[in-house]
């Protein structure tokens, strides 16, 4: 399996922790999204990827698949265990509903393409970011106090936790405060005592800078 990356991209960072949670091996390719324009936006990257977006996961067999949650969700069902999606109906819907507040409720709106939008209609893109991640981050702070688990949903890592640690690091290049999500903070510390998260660590990706 080839996954086509950024180092510092959140999404592909969500993908690289499940690989590795899995074990699953497989060979990294970076894609610079703003070197000369973004090599995104290349015609052999489209041909994998007509969103030009990253990541993308390029099978064996030729098939590519794109959107971070769909590659998890297929990782997860060639590699059942450990599993990203927990055993419980209603514990499994509250992973997805707190990956989809990351996934759907703010990585898009901070996304680089829409900040270059921004930047084009002459408005201040960090505060417009910022402005989305503190509030979605909130949103998902008050949803994790519920529990005192270690993850954001029980004794093991989870697909909320995959978008959640991703997702804080670039709430600190927005200039979040952090100080009012105490227990995402304690949750991110736990994940990064684990190897899967930290060889997933955007400062630890070949193409860092
Ligand atoms: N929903 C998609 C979002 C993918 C996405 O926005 N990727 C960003 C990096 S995290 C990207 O490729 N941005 C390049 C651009 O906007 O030109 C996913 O989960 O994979």
């Keep these: 399996m080839k996954l086509y990356g950024y180092w510092r991209s959140s999404c592909s960072w969500r993908v690289r922790i499940a690989l590795n949670l899995k074990e699953l091996e497989y060979t990294y390719v970076p894609v610079h999204l703003v070197k000369n324009g973004g090599e995104q936006h290349s015609p052999s990257y489209l041909a994998k990827n007509p969103q030009g977006q990253v990541p993308t ?11 971070s949650i769909a590659i998890i969700e297929f990782i997860e069902e060639i590699k059942p265990n450990p599993s990203l ?24 709106l901070q996304n680089l393409s829409i900040l270059q939008h921004i930047e084009r209609l002459g408005q201040d893109k960090l505060d417009w970011g910022q402005h989305y991640i503190q509030k979605g981050l909130e949103d998902l702070n008050t949803l994790a106090i519920q529990s005192s688990t ?10 909320a936790d995959l978008c959640l640690v991703p997702q804080l ?26 190897e899967a998260f930290i060889n997933a660590h955007p400062d630890n990706q070949p193409d860092a800078q």
């Design 169 to 194: 690091y670039n709430a600190r290049r927005f200039k979040c405060n952090l100080e009012s999500v105490p227990r995402l903070l304690e949750i991110e510390h736990n994940c990064a005592q684990l």
């Design 150 to 159: 270690p993850f954001l949903i029980g004794s093991y890592p989870t697909v």
């Design 57 to 67: 996961l390029e099978l064996a067999s030729g098939v590519s698949l794109a959107q």
């Design 85 to 108: 999606f927990p055993a419980d109906r209603l514990e499994r819907a509250r992973a997805r509903q707190m990956a989809q507040i990351v996934n759907a409720g703010i990585q898009p």
